[in-house]
């Protein structure tokens, strides 16, 4: 953890992230036909201000070559949704692992997502950052007791799908 946050900051983003966050994790394919397991922890909020405070503190926490990210998309109303995205194994055990004793909503899946992070970190066959590249029965029993499934039962999000060309046309009926 960087020492130039304040404690206060810490508690700011631990309240931005049970009010207008998300801990998770989720199943996503690659396009080589490999499962992982995802996890990202995110902030989201219509005002700009609000997700560049989340960022700033965030970015102090996390080490050089995993910072976060800032998004945005358009909701349905036609506003700006901006997101501030932490989505690497060694960036969200910084940002959690610092925000966790301040934590009251998502402190559960924060602790779960905290302990499936520092078990794959824990070595074995390593790429950039240290995760395992591959999945052992170990983390194969890890997964299934914190996350109550096998991992080739995991509902899979698969990416760059192909939407259907041709959509189904509804006519609305006159009443």
């Avoid at 304040?6 to 009010?19: G, P, R, S």
């Avoid at 909701?75 to 055990?93: A, F, I």
């Amino acid at each position: 953890m960087s020492h130039n946050v304040e404690v206060h900051d810490l508690a700011w983003l631990a309240c931005a992230i049970d009010a207008e966050g998300s801990v998770y994790t989720y199943p996503h394919r690659t396009t080589a036909g490999r499962v992982s397991i995802m996890v990202r922890v995110e902030v989201c909020n219509t005002d700009p201000r609000f997700t560049d405070k989340a960022l700033e503190i965030a970015k102090a926490l996390c080490p050089e070559g995993y910072q976060p990210s800032l998004s945005s998309q358009m909701t349905v109303t036609g506003k700006p949704l901006w997101r501030m995205n932490v989505q690497s194994y060694v960036s969200c055990e910084c940002v959690l692992t610092a925000v966790l004793p301040y934590l009251i909503v998502k402190k559960d899946k924060a602790e779960t997502m905290l302990a499936w992070v520092r078990h794959r970190l824990q070595g074995g066959h390593k790429r950039r950052g240290g995760i395992k590249s591959v999945y052992t029965e170990e983390d194969h029993r890890v997964a299934e007791s914190l996350f109550g499934v096998k991992l080739d039962n995991l509902p899979i999000r698969r990416v760059g799908y192909n939407r259907n060309p041709n959509p189904p046309v509804i006519t609305p009926t006159p009443i």
